[in-house]
């Protein structure tokens, strides 16, 4: 048996999975009861309404909306990774973590730098108030 290398492996065609067939195993059960309970009581609009000040109504592009920020810092505190780099790494690598924070398969995860920069732009008082 001859040894293969990534140059001599043919490049197999994409694959194409329908969302309703991929696994939802119950690898989180957590994140999906905490996202049971914190849409049961109203979190993402609570969040919208203590954000929306550091937010302009219609200038650039959509940024990133306070309860997927929100969301990302819980997954922070509750996997134990203080950087931000490492919590959307944890994003990108999870499917559970994307429907905990309602990221669909075919759009991006939040990069590090979006994170920081949503970080920095809510004041210290309204995290205060959220968590």
């Known amino acids: 048996m001859a040894m293969g290398t990534?140059?001599?492996r043919e490049k197999q065609e994409d694959i194409w999975i329908a969302?309703?067939?991929?696994?939802?195993?119950?690898?989180?059960?957590?994140?999906?009861?905490?996202?049971?309970?914190?849409?049961?009581?109203?979190?993402?609009q609570f969040v919208e309404q203590r954000c929306a000040k550091f937010y302009a109504e219609k200038?650039?592009?959509?940024?990133?909306?306070?309860?997927?920020y929100f969301r990302?810092?819980?997954?922070?505190?509750?996997?134990?990774i203080a950087a931000e780099r490492g919590i959307a790494w944890r994003?990108?690598?999870?499917?559970?973590l994307r429907r905990f924070v309602g990221i669909a398969?075919?759009?991006?995860?939040?990069?590090?730098?979006?994170?920081?920069r949503t970080r920095r732009?809510?004041?210290?008082?309204?995290h205060r108030e959220v968590f």
Do not use: C, M, V, W
């Open 121 to 126: 732009l809510i004041d210290l008082d309204t």
């Open 6 to 8: 990534r140059k001599q």
């Open 91 to 96: 994003l990108a690598d999870s499917l559970a």
């Open 72 to 80: 990302s810092l819980l997954i922070g505190y509750f996997e134990g």
């Open 59 to 68: 200038y650039g592009r959509p940024s990133l909306t306070p309860g997927i």
């Open 105 to 116: 398969l075919d759009e991006y995860t939040p990069d590090h730098s979006t994170i920081s």
């Open 19 to 44: 969302h309703a067939e991929l696994a939802r195993a119950p690898g989180h059960p957590f994140y999906q009861r905490l996202n049971e309970l914190l849409e049961a009581e109203g979190f993402d």
